[in-house]
T-cell receptor
Framework: DAGVIQSPRHEVTEMGQEVTLRCKPI?????LFWYRQTMMRGLELLIY????????DSGMPEDRFSAKMPNASFSTLKIQPSEPRDSAVYFC???????????FGSGTRLTVV | GQQVMQIPQYQHVQEGEDFTTYCNSS?????IQWYKQRPGGHPVFLIQ?????EVKKQKRLTFQFGEAKKNSSLHITATQTTDVGTYFC??????????FGAGTTVTVRA
């Protein structure tokens, strides 16, 4: 199994531009999570899906952030417009089963200049 | 939902020494998991504890789940440079998600 696959690994964009981060969860995992990690705030849960349905998006910072999961094998996190304070590492994780053992992707390091 | 507090935030250890990191939850947990994130990497699952008072070992790492299922600890003996990284505990409630602690970042002096 290739694990959770995220793309791109690195993204540098100018303030005001739209950014789309992508995630392919492990096949068979029915829960998917988007996290943001910064030095100041640590790991923050942004949103999670169960069976492709958004369950809790209370961690999404503001309306500039949106996430979709059109099918069991793909999810996107979009920021429009991006701002320098959005610079962080964004992780996608997937899990399944009763105990929800998480597998994280390698992350996307986003820099907004 | 539950909140998970983790201390210390930083641990500077002399190579060969032991240290412990602690995790406390405001509510009873269904399980607790530990993850390790190497510098520049992503969190990787280490272990899960489910039963009250459970103790598990992985080589030099000893994980413990409290009797009330509200706290946990990770003890590392004879620290090595390979132990460098951030260790997260994550508490499971009875929904789909884990609550991650802030992590303990470990540095090792050779």
């Amino acid at each position: 199994d290739a694990g959770v696959i995220q793309s791109p690994r690195h993204e540098v964009t100018e303030m005001g531009q739209e950014v789309t981060l992508r995630c392919k969860p492990i096949s068979g995992h029915n829960s998917l999570f988007w996290y943001r990690q910064t030095m100041m705030r640590g790991l923050e849960l942004l949103i999670y899906f169960n069976n492709n349905v958004p369950i809790d998006d209370s961690g999404m910072p503001e309306d500039r952030f949106s996430a979709k999961m059109p099918n069991a094998s793909f999810s996107t996190l979009k920021i429009q417009p991006s701002e320098p304070r959005d610079s962080a590492v964004y992780f996608c994780a997937s899990s399944s089963g009763q105990w929800r053992l998480y597998t994280f992707g390698s992350g996307t390091r986003l820099t907004v200049v | 939902g539950q909140q998970v507090m983790q201390i210390p935030q930083y641990q500077h250890v002399q190579e060969g020494e032991d240290f412990t990191t602690y995790c406390n939850s405001s509510t009873t947990l269904s399980n607790i998991q530990w993850y390790k994130q190497r510098p520049g990497g992503h969190p990787v699952f280490l272990i899960q504890l489910v039963k009250s008072g459970e103790v598990k070992k992985q080589k030099r790492l000893t994980f413990q789940f409290g009797e009330a299922k509200k706290n946990s600890s990770l003890h590392i003996t004879a620290t090595q440079t390979t132990d460098v990284g951030t260790y997260f505990c994550a508490g499971g409630g009875y929904d789909y998600k884990l609550s991650f602690g802030a992590g303990t970042t470990v540095t090792v002096r050779a």
